[in-house]
């Protein structure tokens, strides 16, 4: 842990520079530059939006929030977890010349995955008083369902850096994995209204990223608590997933080059 904490601060500056080379080239050329952030979750909203109340006659309050939000937060996720899977192979030059906890590989995605979503959100700061929903305190009931979402990013992530080195084909059944987690997730229907019992529990339960789903979306727009008791177990399964990441990756990163 001392080590962990030690390779934070000593390549801090090289994750916040990484991070935002990262987001430079990926708006170099574009005349919209970052506002391809809001626009690319907004307009698959309008998608979501136009399925639900037009061909299936099915919404719930505040609906283009509520797809907004679950598409941000699911977004932070998925492209964090895909992006490290290939991380030491896309690396490969400099981690073949320059010392790197892998680990980093994986904060520095994080960082630009983060700031994406929190330049997305900020529709959400127009959008909440546009819809009138009501602005209460439990707003900052977010704080510790992001957190426990970034814990479990970070854990998931780590420990597929390191078996997608070995792995070749890892990558791809990640990808099948996460579009099933999708619909899984309840990103533009209400698990808790529309799946039945008691699928619905086993989903909020069993699937951390939906619960965590739910529970912002209760906390911005329906002045109500997350599932805490869930949230709270899942915080320990992440930190124990992040435990065992960092210490394949501690184990294994030496033979990494030789491998890619």
């Known amino acids: 842990m001392k080590k962990f904490i030690k390779n934070i601060k000593k390549y801090k500056s090289y994750m916040m520079y990484s991070a935002k080379a990262i987001l430079k080239s990926e708006v170099a050329g574009s005349r919209l530059n970052w506002l391809w952030w809001i626009l690319d979750p907004f307009f698959f909203m309008l998608v979501y939006t136009f399925v639900a109340l037009v061909v299936y006659g099915k919404s719930e309050p505040y609906f283009p929030l509520f797809v907004f939000i679950g598409l941000n937060l699911w977004n932070y996720f998925s492209k964090t977890v895909t992006k490290s899977v290939k991380a030491v192979k896309s690396c490969k030059g400099m981690i073949s010349k320059v010392y790197l906890p892998k680990y980093i590989l994986v904060l520095t995605t994080m960082l630009v995955n983060l700031f ?40 998931c992530s780590c420990i597929l850096l390191n078996f997608g080195v070995f792995v070749k084909d890892l990558a791809n059944v990640v990808q099948v994995v996460l579009k099933l987690a999708f619909y899984m997730s309840g990103i533009f229907y209400s698990i808790a209204k529309r799946v039945p019992q008691p699928y619905a529990t086993i989903l909020l339960d069993f699937n951390p990223v939906a619960n965590i789903i739910h529970g912002a979306r209760n906390c911005i727009l329906y002045e109500s608590h997350p599932m805490y008791g869930v949230i709270g177990i899942w915080l320990v399964i992440s930190i124990l997933l992040s435990i065992i990441g960092v210490r394949l990756i501690n184990k294994y990163e030496n033979s990494y080059v030789k491998v890619v």
């Open 116 to 155: 994406k979503m929190l330049v997305a959100f900020s529709l959400v700061v127009v959008m909440v008083p546009m819809y009138h929903v009501p602005i209460t305190w439990r707003l900052i009931e977010i704080v510790p369902l992001f957190l426990v979402l970034s814990i479990f990013t970070f854990g």
